[in-house]
């Protein structure tokens, strides 16, 4: 077995036994504990959890549902204290409210999921002993933004005909953020935070570019169209191109306006990862997590400041305004009838090829510059996914998270999975995507010309094909496959303070739950996958945090399987039997204090 002695520094720990218990099962010798839940209240003046008499009110001031993304921000002067960011991506109604009816949601329940969604800012703390952390609740940085706070739109977009509508004929200015996924941190401490499948939202859309976007004719599951007629297309046209951005926001200042950066892009962001230039501009890559979409990068054109006045910070919040979208192009370098994804590998012994990051707009000072034929500037950063089938970019299977390696520089995207993969009527394998219905998904690592952020050439291979290692059709980078553990539907990436790549997991379709891996990157042991932890059932992995002394992972939708109800429960984590399931964050650490994987 891969043992805990020899493995590469930081994954040093005996993987845990893939399996379908309702718990958080994590390594000998580490402890955990639930950091915080949905529900629990952060705000001051916000009542403790009570399912039966929850309000809109009482969960604004509440944890939200669904923790995702999960960033931890240094408070420098308060000892032991750091700030934990977290998106709440959706809701689960019928795990929410006991006797949910799906057909006729009360208003109430609707008010409670705006409330429920978004992001909350919550102090933790940490034991002076072990590496448990529990939230500080009525910190004066605690905060909550739902899917009513006011937004500011910036960036070459903002105000734009596209984006106006009756409530808001500037179109500069929205209520509140949907369906956060996954994000990043920034280098100058603020936190980005993806909009992904927000089509969900909006019903009653007509419109190709509606379509391509995937809302829907008809209407929503949620049926919010019913409670406020901007989630209504045919009353509010423009209300759904104002969602679909990466939003910033300045955990350090409650006080804030959150902003929706339009010269990202439009789509459905997975996330939104940054690294700088040697010259101090930001480089942020986003994938748009859809079977055959695309990952894009936005290269700034300004310079980060260093400081915390507030005109320094105020500059900073400007640096993702101006700038170049890119879209990727991947060629690969075999023949196509090597391309079988059987696990023959091409006669060149890699999945591999060259790319180009190919220039879709730019945004300025004075205006922006459109570079795709037929499109103006605004309607490549409002319908970005038009812009990347204008030219020719690589349909991968579901791009989701992106992570550059702080050691290396070399770029980690994390491709889900596509059982449309080489259905009728659609692409087919290539080098980049090259198994048929992809069920388990892969890793491309991508080396950026000189590496250099900033090059529109690249370098790629496949890391990982996932999968049962006992399938010839996958790969751990060339590491011998009788000394890896099984992973499928890789999500969410992430490094630890070695340069090891950590990979949560969103559906894994190997007859067990989903979980936590680390992968060292580098070395002999390059490619040598480990399991850290497992989720409770219908629990997805999100948001690993990988420090010296502590893991923390977001449990997101425990319970969600079909037919799962109040109830009816298909998980009571993380209270047990009576109790309602809850997501929730969750820390890790080694119960003797040594370093995770040391
Ligand atoms: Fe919200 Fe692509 O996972
Ligand atoms: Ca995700
Ligand atoms: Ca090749
Ligand atoms: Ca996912």
């Given at each position: 077995a891969a043992g805990s002695g020899r493995a590469a520094r930081g994954l040093r720990f005996n993987p845990v036994v893939p399996n379908t218990a309702d718990t958080v099962t994590v390594p000998d010798g580490y402890q955990q504990n639930v950091v915080i839940r949905w529900g629990e209240p952060i705000l001051r003046g916000a009542p403790a959890f009570d399912p039966d008499h929850q309000t809109a009110a009482t969960q604004a001031g509440q944890f939200g549902y669904n923790c995702d993304f999960l960033s931890l921000l240094p408070l420098p002067g308060e000892r032991g204290k750091q700030l934990l960011v977290a998106n709440h991506e959706y809701t689960d109604e019928v795990l929410m409210f006991a006797g949910y009816d799906e057909a006729n949601p009360t208003r109430e329940q609707v008010e409670i999921a705006w409330a429920a969604h978004g992001l909350s800012a919550v102090v933790v703390e940490e034991d002076r002993r072990t590496g448990k952390l529990t939230a500080v609740p009525r910190h004066h940085l605690n905060r909550r933004v739902t899917a009513t706070t006011e937004f500011r739109v910036t960036g070459p977009a903002a105000g734009?005909?596209?984006?106006?509508?009756?409530?808001?004929?500037?179109?500069?200015?929205?209520?509140?953020?949907?369906?956060?996924?996954?994000?990043?941190?920034?280098?100058?401490?603020?936190?980005?935070?993806?909009?992904?499948n927000f089509n969900q939202y909006f019903g009653n859309a007509t419109r190709a570019t509606d379509k391509r976007y995937g809302i829907g004719t008809g209407g929503t599951e949620r049926k919010w169209e019913l409670f406020d007629k901007r989630f209504d297309v045919a009353q509010e046209p423009n209300e759904v191109h104002r969602f679909g951005y990466v939003v910033e926001f300045d955990p350090y200042d409650p006080s804030s306006t959150p902003r929706k950066h339009t010269a990202l892009g439009r789509f459905k962001h997975e996330a939104a990862t940054v690294r700088l230039t040697a010259d101090g501009r930001p480089v942020v890559y986003s994938g748009d997590d859809e079977r055959f979409d695309y990952f894009y990068k936005f290269v700034s054109s300004k310079r980060m400041k260093h400081g915390t006045s507030r005109?320094?910070?105020?500059?900073?919040?400007?640096?993702?305004?101006?700038?170049?979208?890119?879209?990727?192009?991947?060629?690969?370098?075999?023949p196509a009838i090597e391309i079988d994804g059987t696990g023959k590998l091409p006669s060149d012994g890699e999945f591999d090829g060259s790319g180009e990051w190919i220039p879709l707009a730019t945004a300025t000072a004075k205006g922006a510059v459109s570079h795709v034929d037929g499109m103006t500037a605004e309607e490549v950063f409002v319908f970005t996914r038009l812009a990347g089938d204008k030219v020719g970019a690589t349909k991968m299977d579901r791009p989701e998270d992106i992570e550059p390696s702080p050691l290396t520089g070399k770029v980690y995207v994390a491709l889900t999975n596509?059982?449309?993969?080489?259905?009728?009527?659609?692409?087919?394998?290539?080098?980049?995507?090259?198994?048929?219905?992809?069920?388990?998904?892969?890793?491309?690592?991508?080396?950026?010309?000189?590496?250099?952020?900033e090059s529109t050439r690249f370098a790629w291979s496949l890391f990982l094909v996932a999968g049962d290692p006992n399938d010839p059709a996958t790969y751990f980078a060339g590491f011998p496959k009788d000394k890896v553990s099984p992973i499928s539907c890789p999500d969410n990436v992430a490094f630890d303070p070695y340069g090891n790549l950590w990979i949560s997991t969103d559906g894994a379709q190997l007859g067990v739950h989903d979980g936590l891996f680390g992968v060292a990157t580098r070395g002999s042991r390059r490619g040598e996958l480990k399991q850290f932890l497992t989720m409770p059932a219908g629990a997805e992995t999100c948001g690993p945090i990988i420090q010296e002394r502590r893991v923390l992972v977001a449990v997101q939708h425990p319970g969600e399987i079909d037919g799962a109800s109040v109830e009816n429960p298909a998980s009571t984590w993380p209270d047990g039997p009576g109790k309602l399931v809850r997501p929730a964050v969750v820390a890790v650490w080694r119960a003797d204090g040594c370093a995770i994987g040391s």
């Open positions: 734009s005909d596209l984006l106006k509508t009756s409530a808001d004929p500037t179109g500069t200015k929205v209520l509140g953020t949907l369906n956060n996924c996954s994000g990043g941190t920034t280098p100058w401490g603020t936190t980005l935070h993806g909009e992904e005109a320094v910070r105020e500059h900073n919040l400007s640096l993702l305004d101006e700038g170049t979208l890119y879209v990727a192009k991947l060629t690969g370098d075999s596509n059982k449309d993969r080489g259905a009728t009527g659609k692409a087919g394998p290539d080098e980049a995507n090259p198994r048929n219905s992809n069920k388990h998904g892969h890793v491309l690592e991508l080396t950026e010309r000189w590496n250099r952020p």
